[in-house]
């Protein structure tokens, strides 16, 4: 079930500002967080992401602006009454309780018997497979285990909304593409709103099913990974998420489906798919396009489209992939990122350094960005 | 090349004479004349210049100090006395300093430099004019002493009114100076280990359900065991001992083990008695100590420090 088929706001954040002495941390924002829904807010350091989440703990109280969860409203009411639970960066686990005595302290201060509270921190131990660790204490655990225990312990009091802050941040590589998956899996059993507060792009779109990218205070765009990715709104965005080639541009045809834009910066005009939203002829824009969505080749290529060219300057073999920094005859750089589907001895590659390539990208690839 | 000179320094013996050096200083000012005290516990008072000797034939020693501070009701006395004082102090400095420490934690940096500035700040004073300023305020004409006086008159029906609280020379005093003296040994430990929790704990306390009552309970209090520990200890060891504090403002007829020590050895010129009494004094002190370090150790399990 989607949360679009839920169609239920289990959060509202209505216009919530949030200041600290001048510095402006949250900036009137608004979002509705859908029950069930697996979100994240993604953003560089400081801007603004961990100062929401806070409010929604109920550790920071907006400035100004109201937040209700389940149709309550939050203000005035402590962390320690909110039917939402955190898990920390540092994990915060109570380094003089053992494992089990950390999964179960939430449950003190709820009604049940001795029994009751013993099942519900075993289920949560099986569920993060930390059943024969529970004598232990925190100390004796591995950064992935603690990450666990961390994990169940905000999960034991079956809260309505689960926040966590940066929960793969100190974890490894390898451990980092496991866990994933895990929290994902955790999510889906359990169906318990989560929140997820990252800086790493990659750790949003396979967690989240909605992102809300935040820059300075400021919600910049809420949409799927796809919609995020492919169809970014703002330079900010389109830079932030992936690489991608950006230059300003002007409009100078707008034609059906089509607009044709002069970009000094590649000595050439450049055809993209209209925007839905129309455009107004000789408007000052951006074009973008992503790396991956340029093909290259040494011969010049037949047909529409548009067609660049221009010499390898730089070449990175990555594998299953290469970058190839392309320097146009205009003298800008641009970054290509194609897949090695074939399999080719290094002299035999598609190109090589100073090689004179062609490079061909769809006007539906190209995006149209107006601020 | 800083590896070079490190391979020199090793090489030289530096490392070596530089960790001898305080091993050195506590066997010469510490070891060796705790030994001599030791020796002298079990020797005889003598007309001798030092004042003791030792028994002719084996094994040379006498334990009659020993015995005599088991079966004279003024050591066991004064023992008694050191040590209920002592921990009276040592109760009421953590009653005082833990909330004091806990609200240094609590404030912006510069503001915890200045408290931790004003803490030690009583000792830019010499100590022995500090206890007798306090001698001063429980004189029976002192606005303390009337102030104290009319506090207690307002509290108790007429029939109980008195002029004056009469302090000096009792017990009271003695406690009120030690804990006086004695709090900022109680305040900084307790500081330095508070300082050191991480305050997200408290908030993940709070976020499971706890109200700030409880997390004080759960979490700050069982995590400061180590900081309450180290400051009993700073306070409670140093008070056993006291000396000047009970000599100046104690009474006479309830004197602690340090007055006894002191008369002893210049009085009574019984060297041998005074230091089978600071040898007892310090077996007493430091037996729950170990045992406090032993279990400690042995509850931690090998706990890396955090």
């Known amino acids: 079930m989607s949360a679009q088929e839920r169609d239920k706001p289990l959060i509202r954040i209505e216009n919530v500002t949030k200041t600290f002495n001048d510095f402006i941390a949250v900036n009137d924002v608004s979002l509705d967080i859908m029950e069930g829904e697996m979100f994240a ?290 003298g800008t750089v641009i970054s290509v990122n194609s897949v090695n589907a074939r399999r080719a001895a290094e002299s035999d590659r598609v190109a090589q350094w100073e090689d004179r390539v062609w490079l061909s990208v769809e006007p539906g690839s190209v995006l149209v960005l107006e601020d | 090349m800083l590896k070079r000179l490190d391979a020199w320094f090793n090489k030289k013996g530096w490392r070596d004479s530089i960790i001898a050096l305080p091993y050195s200083w506590l066997i010469l000012f510490f070891l060796l004349p705790f030994i001599i005290v030791i020796v002298m516990s079990v020797a005889h008072r003598a007309n001798a210049s030092p004042p003791i000797g030792f028994k002719d034939a084996w094994p040379f020693i006498y334990l009659d100090n020993y015995i005599r501070l088991g079966s004279d009701w003024i050591y066991v006395r004064a023992y008694a006395i050191s040590l209920i004082n002592a921990g009276i102090a040592t109760f009421l400095c953590l009653v005082l300093g833990y909330p004091m420490a806990l609200g240094m934690t609590r404030v912006s940096k510069e503001r915890q430099r200045m408290l931790l500035m004003l803490v030690i700040l009583p000792f830019w004073t010499s100590f022995l004019l500090r206890v007798y300023a306090w001698i001063g305020l429980m004189g029976t004409n002192s606005w303390f002493n009337r102030l104290l006086t009319s506090i207690y008159n307002t509290l108790t029906p007429a029939g109980f009114n008195v002029d004056s609280i009469p302090m000096m020379n009792t017990n009271f005093a003695v406690i009120l100076v030690l804990v006086y003296s004695y709090l900022p040994f109680m305040v900084l430990p307790l500081y330095a280990n508070l300082e050191k929790l991480d305050f997200t704990l408290n908030e993940a306390a709070m976020d499971l359900g706890s109200r700030p009552s409880s997390v004080f309970r759960d979490i700050t209090l069982p995590l400061s065991i180590p900081g309450i520990i180290a400051g009993g200890l700073l306070v409670f060891i140093p008070a056993s001992g006291e000396l000047i504090i009970p000599s100046l403002v104690g009474s006479a007829s309830d004197p602690m083990i340090g007055r006894v020590i002191s008369d002893e050895f210049a009085s009574v010129r019984d060297w041998p008695m005074a230091s089978a009494v600071a040898v007892a004094l310090l077996l007493l002190l430091v037996g729950p100590t170990i045992a406090y370090n032993y279990f400690e150790a042995k509850a931690q399990g090998g706990k890396s420090p955090t």
């Open chain 1, 41 to 330: 807010l993604l953003g560089g350091s400081g801007c603004g992401k961990t100062t929401l989440l806070r409010m929604l703990a109920g550790f920071e109280t907006p400035t100004a602006g109201r937040i209700t969860i389940g149709g309550q409203d939050m203000a005035g009411v402590p962390p320690y009454q909110r039917p939402v639970n955190m898990m920390f960066q540092s994990y915060a686990l109570f380094p003089h309780m053992t494992v089990e005595k950390n999964v179960g302290y939430g449950l003190k201060h709820e009604n049940l018997t001795d029994k009751q509270r013993k099942d519900r921190v075993k289920e949560m131990l099986d569920l993060v497979q930390l059943t024969q660790f529970a004598a232990r204490k925190p100390h004796q655990h591995s950064g992935g285990q603690r990450q666990r225990v961390a994990l169940a312990r905000a999960l034991a009091k079956q809260p309505k909304l689960l926040l966590l802050d940066e929960p793969l941040g100190a974890l490894d590589k390898k451990l980092r593409e496991h866990t994933q998956f895990e929290i994902a899996n955790i999510q889906y059993k359990t169906g318990i709103t989560f929140i997820v507060v990252t800086h790493d792009q990659e750790e949003a779109m396979t967690l989240a099913n909605r992102i809300a990218v935040m820059d300075r205070g400021v919600i910049k765009q809420v949409g799927s990974p796809t919609d995020i990715y492919e169809f970014p709104r703002s330079k900010f965005v389109a830079d932030f998420i992936g690489s991608v080639n950006l230059f300003p541009a002007r409009v100078e045809k707008v034609g059906g489906n089509e607009i044709i834009c002069d970009v000094p910066q590649l000595g050439q005009r450049i055809t993209a798919a209209a925007p839905a939203s129309g455009i107004p002829n000789k408007a000052d824009i951006s074009v973008a396009f992503r790396p991956e969505k340029v093909v290259i080749s040494r011969q010049k290529p037949k047909g529409g489209g548009n067609v660049l060219s221009g010499v390898v300057q730089d070449l990175g073999y990555f594998g299953k992939d290469s970058l190839y920094r392309i320097r146009l005859d205009s």
